[in-house]
């Protein structure tokens, strides 16, 4: 990857719906040549996905948490990570060093749904030791890339 590849990647990141056509202007290539690159970041997995963001809040989606996870012992880890990862509220999971092993981003419409989260979804899965749930108030900063 070469410093053109990157001042594609940062148009893309900015707008994701830019085209070919519009991504060559600003990197000043031609649009074969452009294209051709795209496809190698892509086939190479630098790209991984395309999306979009939305507004969680006018989707219905008002409540955001950091929930923060300990498993009792190692032997449950592998169920843990295969289960989690399915549950549509969890927007990310982490693996962490320090007082807890997993952070988890979970997004539901309101506390009934977190209740439900936390009670029957995530405190189901065998060898969850203890969570503690912090209630994200506000978002100054939130990057999907850098």
């Known amino acids: 990857m070469d410093d053109i590849d990157q ?6 990141k900015e707008n994701g719906r830019a ?10 290539l031609s649009v074969p040549a452009v294209s051709e690159r795209i496809k190698k970041l892509e086939d190479g997995h630098i790209i991984e996905h395309y999306t979009i963001k939305v507004n969680r809040e006018k989707m219905g989606y008002g409540l955001m948490a950091m929930v923060f996870v300990n498993i009792e012992d190692t032997v449950h880890v592998k169920n843990f990570r295969e289960k989690v990862i399915h549950f549509k509220e969890v927007l990310e999971c982490h693996h962490m060093a320090g007082e807890y092993d997993y952070m ?8 009934g749904e977190l209740e439900d989260f936390l009670s029957t979804k995530l405190k189901g899965i065998k060898g969850v030791q203890k969570s503690s749930t912090f209630i994200v108030l506000s978002t100054l900063k939130e990057t999907i890339n850098r």
């Not at 085209?19 to 000043?28: C, F, N, W, Y």
């Not at 988890?104 to 506390?111: D, F, I, P, Q, R």
């Open 7 to 12: 001042m594609i990647l940062n148009v893309m």
């Open 19 to 28: 085209t070919v056509s519009e991504i060559s202007k600003k990197v000043r």
């Open 104 to 111: 988890l981003k979970v997004l539901a419409t309101g506390t």
